[in-house]
């Protein structure tokens, strides 16, 4: 399957691609003042030689003339810039405009522009310059004069935002051609730079220009009008179903108050308002001369835009004293957008209703589709992953995923409501596992590959020697660790570009951390697969929970950016008020108006399952992922929402496991997040045929939670850092409510399963043609029917070749069901490294992690010993070898076999010993237990009682284990005499009944050794 190629739709193409820049820089210069890419400007002068230049740049050409109250007038010119030279003056203070001496410029084109930024030599903290109307057509928005003030923050390398520099006082609009606008300086500075675009060409139209991409032409029965001015934007939301090349807008008038300029921007959009905060496009226009009510005004930009599939808003807004209107529909008549304002501190958002439209039209040209159509009845798939969510956290009762045996593991503290309700309408799976931290697992879900395949080779987060060089405890790294990726290469096709060739569209939300590493952009969401990104890049934590100043930490990428705006009361009531739950999310305002991470993803989801409902591809399934930072760090009260953290602190835990009030509110928060998801699902209608998947990244934190009864923690290969909660429902697909399944699922499963259910195949070949290979199996048909339907995975294999301080060392793992019961085996290679533990410490480093083994392996039975207490390879316990030493044996085979397998795309990396590579492990090396022939496990005497109806039996025993005793007549079918003997040190005797003695022919006894 080749790989689609979706341009990047976080790549910015203002108008400042067709914008002209007009550097005054020296040839030769090399002080970093030109924004020409090298040592000089493009606009080059001689010092103190002419007196008036005109330069062409990009088409735009300028006329430059210098003046002076104090003599002859030329241009001066130095390393930063242009000034004027009085008198033929040359040296460098001299060449500058100096106000003592009334220096200016004046400046005029030859084509209407607007002025966009200006850069300035010398510019300190006392000059201020002065841009004035002299002669045409006055371009300033307030009088006739706009002033630049400096304060030492701005140098000749520093662009200089006419339209939004705090230190610029006025407003400028488009500067019509052969208008004369006149620069002086109150001390002396250099000219270093500025930079114009072209103004949008505006005419008054008799009717839309073909072709048309999308218009509301009629105004229906219920017209209104809005104004647009100074600080009161209107825009007009869109969808495109496919690639689009957009050339003009056009708009109906409905009356002009104010003739003048007018700004032109065109954002993505999502939900009908402005999604990434940097424009595609912006410029300046002038509103036609003669407009009037109910005349067509087309507004036709510079360059073609070319937008990809997807939703976006083109917005107006006055410039200076300009004001007029635009009709607007207040009826459903174009379903596919909607008309949106921004006139107060609240921001974008609808007109009057979410049925109000401008009247507009777009013009350009759409490509033919890529995609094909989905196959009938594909499901929508949401896929939620939670970060460091521990498999003991969720409080959900039941059939939750974390209910063994009828014994709830859940938390008696945390309250998970939205997520119980989940597992109450899906399938809880009770054995689900991830990689032991987030960067791996997101890898293999990602991938549908275990870390040892080329199209993965994540094992593990930053790199594989994090060990501890100098331990407390044990002995320092024996090997070192190869290197690693940290990016999913971008040749492999990942789950999202299957789904997204096979019909489907697709969001990636959140934290991403596989992307942007040594694979570059090239391996960021929106280049691999995903039409939206909402915050993904290589980050692996928020950094800080909560925006500031209405920014999130740029630890999150663009595409969450526009949901960090504050918490108004508005906002509280439509999105968190519904999901409280106990909580009182009013009570954030007016102390804490700053977001909270969680909720803007929250939003970013929603915002965009309602943008797909409503918009041109709302035909094709959608695929969003949403993987949250929470419960990641930071953990703390300054890290959770004040209202969620307040509820927990008044609660008095009976659950000695957890009790962390900030813990508890970020993954309450989570829990909140999860709800207004279902709730839009539901709403909508769309929940029967969404599949929705919640799991996690790996095991829970120590400190902030605790996993018990599973062993240790996040990063470590026993339970605490492997097993996670999974919970999956989709009603149209059959899945059972409110039941549970015991089937084996690992990370690289999801892929398959997406695939599955979408009706689509998996690749056969990455995008560069080779062959490739994926170690995930779909559970698809398990889950629908998980009492007949068998599991579809048998083992879940780990290859860990490093080291995580305490957490890891270098082991293979299986984990297997063998006769109804869970296994575990596990081989390290390094024996006596432990990490800066104490092995004999009362914390869970010391009590849980790694301990000085006096052998390789390790084995346990997850069944019996969920926390791995019972190490079943001792090596000192023959009954124990004779009781899971096949079972061993089998699952050493079955990782030997594993780890040699010969596909072409099979490289699983390996530790090395002073650069020499260490061998796998090999079956032979199982610690077998021997014994003298007269200690094996046999019955050493037998005693027969016919008038008692009796048998005494004498047999080698070992204390700690119990025997059962059996009977048979024979050897075909064997009955049960007795059960539960305890041993009595190394010989055990028993007289046990068997009332058919007497009168059976012959009888055969056997002493049966159990666990």
């Not at 008036?52 to 010119?77: K, N, V």
């Not at 002669?135 to 009088?143: A, D, E, K, Q």
């Not at 939205?418 to 109450?424: G, I, K, M, T, Y």
């Not at 780890?899 to 090395?912: E, F, R």
Request: glycine letters at 12%; hydrophobic letters at 35%; a negative charge.
């Amino acid at each position: 399957m080749p790989k689609t190629q979706i341009p990047c739709l976080l790549l910015v193409l203002t108008a400042s691609a067709s914008a002209a820049v007009f550097d005054f820089s020296l040839t030769g210069s090399s002080s970093g003042n030109n924004s020409q890419g090298g040592g000089s400007g493009n606009v080059q002068v001689d010092d103190a030689t002419v007196a008036i230049i005109t330069p062409a740049i990009d088409g735009i050409q300028l006329t430059l003339e210098a003046l002076s109250g104090s003599g002859t007038p030329t241009i001066g010119a130095n390393s930063q810039g242009v000034g004027v030279s009085t008198d033929g003056e040359s040296d460098a203070n001299n060449t500058r405009i100096e106000g003592d001496k009334t220096e200016a410029f004046r400046i005029s084109f030859d084509k209407a522009v607007s002025l966009d930024s200006m850069r300035f030599g010398n510019f300190t903290n006392t000059e201020v310059v002065t841009l004035t109307f002299i002669s045409g057509s006055n371009p300033f928005t307030s009088g006739t004069s706009l002033t630049i003030n400096a304060d030492g923050n701005q140098g000749p390398a520093d662009d200089i935002l006419l339209a939004s520099d705090a230190i610029v006082t006025g407003g400028i609009g488009v500067i019509q051609a052969g208008t004369v606008i006149e620069m002086t300086v109150s001390a002396d500075c250099l000219l270093n730079e500025f930079t114009v675009s072209p103004a949008l060409p505006t005419a008054i139209v008799g009717s839309v220009p073909a072709p048309v991409i999308t218009e509301n032409p009629n105004p229906g029965p219920n017209l209104g009008s809005t104004v647009i001015a100074d600080g009161n934007l209107k825009g007009q939301s869109f969808s495109v179903a496919t690639e689009t090349t957009i050339e003009s807008f056009v708009f109906e008038c409905d009356g002009v108050t104010t003739p003048g300029n007018f700004s032109v921007e065109l954002y993505h959009a999502m939900d009908d308002v402005p999604w990434l905060l940097n424009p595609i496009a912006t410029g300046i226009a002038s509103l036609p001369a003669g407009l009037a009510d109910g005349d067509l005004f087309e507004i036709e930009l510079l360059d073609p835009v070319v937008v990809e599939r997807g939703s976006y808003v083109v917005t107006l807004g006055g410039v200076g004293a300009t004001e007029f209107a635009i009709p607007i529909s207040n009826d459903p008549l174009y379903p596919t957008g909607g008309g949106v304002r921004n006139n107060s501190a609240e921001g974008w958002r609808p007109l009057i209703n979410a049925d109000s439209d401008l009247v507009f039209a777009v013009t350009g040209t759409q490509a033919a589709d890529p995609f094909p159509a989905a196959p009938a009845g594909a499901p929508n798939i949401v896929f939620i992953l939670a970060d460091d969510l521990g498999w003991t956290d969720l409080n959900i009762g039941g059939n939750g995923p974390n209910v063994l045996g009828g014994t709830d593991y859940g938390s008696g503290y945390y309250e998970t409501p939205n997520l119980a309700q989940l597992a109450a309408e899906g399938l809880s799976f009770t054995h689900c596992y991830a990689q032991p931290n987030c960067a791996p697992t997101r890898a293999a879900i990602l991938s549908g590959q275990y870390a040892c395949r080329d199209g993965n080779g994540v094992y593990h987060v930053d790199g594989l020697n994090r060990g501890r060089n100098s331990p407390n405890f044990g002995s320092a790294p024996q090997f070192t660790g190869p290197s690693q990726n940290e990016d999913i290469p971008a040749s492999h096709l990942i789950s999202a570009e299957v789904l997204q060739a096979g019909g489907y569209v697709t969001a990636h939300v959140g934290k991403y951390h596989v992307g942007n590493h040594e694979g570059g952009s090239a391996t960021l969401p929106e280049n691999q697969g995903f039409d939206f990104n909402f915050g993904g890049k290589q980050n692996g934590n928020p950094g800080n929970y909560f925006s500031n100043n209405e920014s999130f930490n740029g630890a999150l990428g663009d595409g969450l950016q526009s949901y960090a705006k504050n918490y108004t009361s508005g906002y509280i009531t439509d999105n968190l008020v519904s999901v409280a739950n106990g909580n009182d999310p009013t009570t954030l305002l007016p102390s804490t108006p700053d977001k909270f991470v969680q909720d803007g993803i929250g939003d970013a989801a929603v915002a965009f399952l309602r943008d797909h409902a409503k918009g041109n591809l709302s035909a094709r399934p959608f695929y969003l992922q949403v993987h949250s930072y929470a419960v990641h760090t930071p953990i703390g009260n300054s890290q959770s929402r004040p209202d969620l953290l307040s509820k927990f602190q008044a609660i008095t835990s009976t659950d000695p496991r957890h009790g962390s009030a900030p813990y508890a509110a970020i993954l309450e928060n989570l829990d909140q997040s999860v709800g207004r998801i279902l709730a839009f699902l539901d709403d909508s209608g769309l929940a029967s045929n969404t599949i929705v998947v919640f799991t996690s990244d790996n095991g829970g934190h120590i400190g902030p939670t605790d996993n018990d009864p599973v062993r240790f923690r996040k990063g470590s290969f026993y339970e605490g850092g492997l097993r996670v909660p999974l919970i999956v429902r989709w009603p149209d697909g059959g899945i059972p409510a409110g039941e549970q399944t015991d089937a084996l699922v690992h990370s690289v499963d999801f892929f398959p399963t997406f695939v599955d259910a979408a009706q689509l195949s998996m690749p056969t070949q990455n995008a560069i043609g080779d062959p490739v290979n994926y170690d995930g199996a779909s559970f698809l048909s398990h889950a629908a029917d998980p009492d007949t339907v068998p599991d579809a995975r048998d083992t879940v294999f780990y290859h860990f070749p490093g080291y995580l301080d305490e957490r890891a060392r270098p082991c293979e793992v299986a984990v297997k069901k063998i006769d109804g019961k869970d296994y575990k085996l596990i081989y390290t290679y390094d024996t006596g490294y432990v990490g800066n533990s104490n092995p004999n410490g009362s914390d869970e480093d010391g009590t849980e992690g790694l301990d000085v083994l006096t052998d390789n392996w390790e084995l346990y039975c997850l069944t019996d010993d969920l926390s791995e207490t019972t190490d079943l390879l001792d090596g000192s316990s023959y009954s124990n070898w004779l009781l899971y030493g096949e079972i061993a044996e089998g699952m050493a085979q079955d990782i030997v076999n594993w780890l040699g397998q010969t596909d072409s795309d099979w490289a699983p990396s390996q530790i090395t010993d002073g650069g020499t590579p260490v061998p796998f492990l090999s079956a032979s090396t199982l610690p077998a237990v021997s014994v003298p022939f007269e200690q094996t496990f046999r019955i050493t005497s037998s005693v027969p009682n016919l008038g008692t109806d009796e048998i005494s039996l004498t047999w080698n025993s070992e204390s700690g284990f119990s025997y059962d005793i059996e009977v048979s007549d024979g050897l075909t079918g064997w009955s049960t005499l007795a059960t539960g003997i305890a041993a009595t040190g190394t010989s055990t005797s028993a007289t046990v009944p068997d009332p058919d003695i007497a009168t059976s022919d012959r009888r055969f006894y056997r002493v049966v050794l159990t666990p």
